[in-house]
């Protein structure tokens, strides 16, 4: 009985842990459905393109390319990663807003990100 419930025990911490994590989606896959992945956490790996800043906004944009597209990320951060270098960005899908039935300004509010 007392290894069923550790069994058990390590079932549920496994399965939360999975649901805890961000999924890794194509670019291309985010563009199609904005609404299913509006305001989840989501893992985009790629090329960083471009970036721009704002002075006196604590606000970094740029873009990752994955091949199958491009989308812009917004960060916190104090520093963009260097154009082409290869990124993996955590974060919120959010849109400026939807016009038509049209997403306009679809961007990843940056959590995370891992430079490789």
């Not at 069923?4 to 459905?33: F, H, P, T, W, Y």
């Not at 812009?72 to 400026?96: D, F």
């Amino acid at each position: 009985m007392r290894l069923s419930s550790r069994l058990l025990s390590i079932a549920v911490l496994s399965s939360v842990a999975v649901a805890g994590c961000a999924s890794s989606i194509r670019i291309a896959e985010l563009k199609d459905q904005p609404d299913k992945y509006q305001r989840k956490t989501v893992s985009v790996t790629g090329k960083m393109t471009d970036s721009y800043s704002v002075p006196l906004l604590p606000f970094q944009f740029y873009k990752v390319d994955d091949g199958s597209g491009e989308i812009s990320v917004v960060s916190r951060s104090i520093r963009s990663p260097s154009k082409g270098a290869r990124v993996q960005v955590k974060g919120k899908v959010s849109e400026v807003a939807v016009v038509g039935g049209r997403s306009i300004g679809l961007h990843i509010e940056e959590d995370s990100r891992k430079v490789k």
